[in-house]
């Protein structure tokens, strides 16, 4: 399976724009069919608070018909809202059929960045069967809580895909903490992080692809790319079987969320 990474310079509240951007990059070097392409939260935004102007429904209705062009799988962040108004930072994969799966609200917003007083955490973590891959979409902040991945873990994930918009001024916070999240669930991470800059802050991208065993697969610099490498998913099973840590684990410990084994709606 082929995993393509679009890392970019999003434009500022700016859909059309970014969305240009990225189908640009897409078509100058076009995903396998199949394969599966990650992009960063809140993708044609940015890291907005506006939820006024971003929340409306385009970035979905792109991310289907990109899918369905290439047949390829697509994970893309947008904003929503919840029955009360309240905002929700989201992730969701759309199929090579155009089809959408059970959105991920991202579980824990950005206190320090202000994001959770515009945005309401979710409260279930969601698997998406990608081919032969059970992956789960994560946002950003997400990354710094390794009990919400052990427990993704625990319900079977076999890959974490996580769109970011994380800080230069963190960036090798960024690259560490994608490692071991790697290391510790014997898992493909991809991370999707953008670069450039926003109204508030400098990006440094730093994308990678990286294997069960922490193995870096593929790493972009902090320039605009589109990250590609061939993974193997039985990978997982054979090195979780080869080297069975997580037989160790102390349940208990854990604690408990709700986890949804998508079907496409």
């Known amino acids: 399976m082929q995993v393509s990474i679009v890392q970019y310079d999003i434009t500022w509240e700016d859909k059309t724009a970014s969305q240009a951007y990225m189908n640009a990059m897409l078509d100058a070097s076009p995903p396998h069919e199949d394969g599966f392409v990650l992009v960063p939260e809140l993708c044609d935004v940015g890291f907005s608070m506006n939820l006024d102007s971003i929340v409306d429904g385009q970035t979905e209705e792109w991310a289907r018909q990109r899918a369905l062009r290439d047949r390829t799988w697509i994970q893309y962040g947008f904003a929503s809202r919840d029955e009360d108004g309240r905002g929700l930072n989201c992730a969701t994969i759309a199929t090579p059929s155009g089809t959408l799966h059970d959105t991920y609200t991202k579980v824990h917003p950005f206190s320090h960045g202000l994001e959770s ?111 590609q490498a061939d993974i193997d998913p039985s990978a997982v099973d054979r090195w979780r079987d080869e080297f069975r840590c997580q037989d160790d684990v102390h349940e208990a410990f854990l604690g408990t969320i709700t986890v949804v084994r998508s079907n496409p709606a």
């Open 117 to 227: 007083r515009h945005y309401v955490g979710g409260g279930r973590l969601v698997l998406v069967e990608v081919g032969d891959l059970l992956v789960c979409p994560l946002i950003c902040y997400d990354l710094r809580f390794p009990e919400l991945w052990r427990l993704a873990r625990r319900a079977g994930a076999q890959a974490f895909a996580i769109g970011a918009s994380w800080p230069a001024v963190r960036q090798d916070h960024w690259r560490s903490l994608l490692i071991a999240r790697a290391i510790e669930n014997q898992a493909f991470v991809f991370g999707c992080n953008r670069c450039g800059s926003d109204p508030h802050l400098e990006y440094a991208g730093g994308s990678m692809i990286i294997d069960p065993t922490g193995t870096v697969l593929a790493e972009a610099d902090d320039t605009p790319t589109l990250l």
